[in-house]
T-cell receptor
Framework: GAVVSQHPSRVICKSGTSVKIECRSL??????MFWYRQFPKQSLMLMAT?????????EQGVEKDKFLINHASLTLSTLTVTSAHPEDSSFYIC????????????FGSGTRLTVV | AQTVTQSQPEMSVQEAETVTLSCTYD???????LFWYKQPPSRQMILVIR??????QNATENRFSVNFQKAAKSFSLKISDSQLGDTAMYFC????????????FGQGTTLQVKP
């Protein structure tokens, strides 16, 4: 089946630094990928839609300059949390939608970001 | 705008018994997809079952089945012969043609299967 690899699984960074999270579709092409944020025991909150070769579409209230998204190829999207602060600590999940077939969604295993 | 509502924050069931998780949604569209996802303690999102709105037959995947009531905009998940490994958070999700591919998730239901 379709597999999405997300790295790193855990990261601890100092306040003020930047962190990059990678989301890679291993065996399929994905023109569209999605980035979510999830707080403990809560639902997934969509942050942005990542489109290969074009700018990401951010949801209302999400800071574009803080959460930089790049989708440079059909198999890779990256989320960079810039100038991270403790309030950015969260669980981040990516999802990739297959370009053909049944257009199913496959999720990465998530990244737990802790900003100290 | 479409919304998805899961009104049961937490549920529990004895091992081997049957449990039903509720989900309602609101949309004015006629063709759409509905999903149930499972998120175990590992936090990996796993697709449990999917239903196309144009199909009248309820989807089934082994011990998991849905009761899709299009007119009532209801999409419940039935888990039969519950197993300890079914302990997880379950999310109902909606995707319609106007969503540009985005999934709209419900609030989630935490299911505890007790031995």
């Amino acid at each position: 089946g379709a597999v999405v690899s997300q790295h790193p699984s855990r990261v601890i960074c100092k306040s003020g630094t930047s962190v990059k999270i990678e989301c890679r579709s291993l065996d399929f092409q994905a023109t569209t990928m999605f980035w979510y944020r999830q707080f403990p025991k809560q639902s997934l909150m969509l942050m942005a839609t990542s489109n290969e070769g074009s700018k990401a579409t951010y949801e209302q209230g999400v800071e574009k300059d803080k959460f930089l998204i790049n989708h440079a190829s059909l198999t890779l999207s990256t989320l960079t949390v810039t100038s991270a602060h403790p309030e950015d600590s969260s669980f981040y999940i990516c999802s990739a939608r297959e370009d053909r077939g049944d257009y199913g969604y496959t999720f990465g295993s998530g990244t737990r970001l802790t900003v100290v | 705008a479409q919304t998805v509502t899961q009104s049961q924050p937490e549920m529990s069931v004895q091992e081997a018994e049957t449990v039903t998780l509720s989900c309602t949604y609101d949309t004015s569209e006629n063709n759409y997809y509905l999903f149930w996802y499972k998120q175990p303690p590992s936090r990996q999102m796993i697709l449990v079952i999917r239903q196309e709105a144009y199909k009248q037959q309820n989807a089934t995947e082994n011990r998991f089945s849905v009761n899709f009531q299009k007119a009532a905009k209801s999409f419940s998940l039935k888990i039969s012969d519950s197993q300890l490994g079914d302990t997880a958070m379950y999310f109902c999700a909606f995707m319609g043609p106007s969503n540009t591919g985005k999934l709209i998730f419900g609030q989630g239901t935490t299911l505890q299967v007790k031995p």
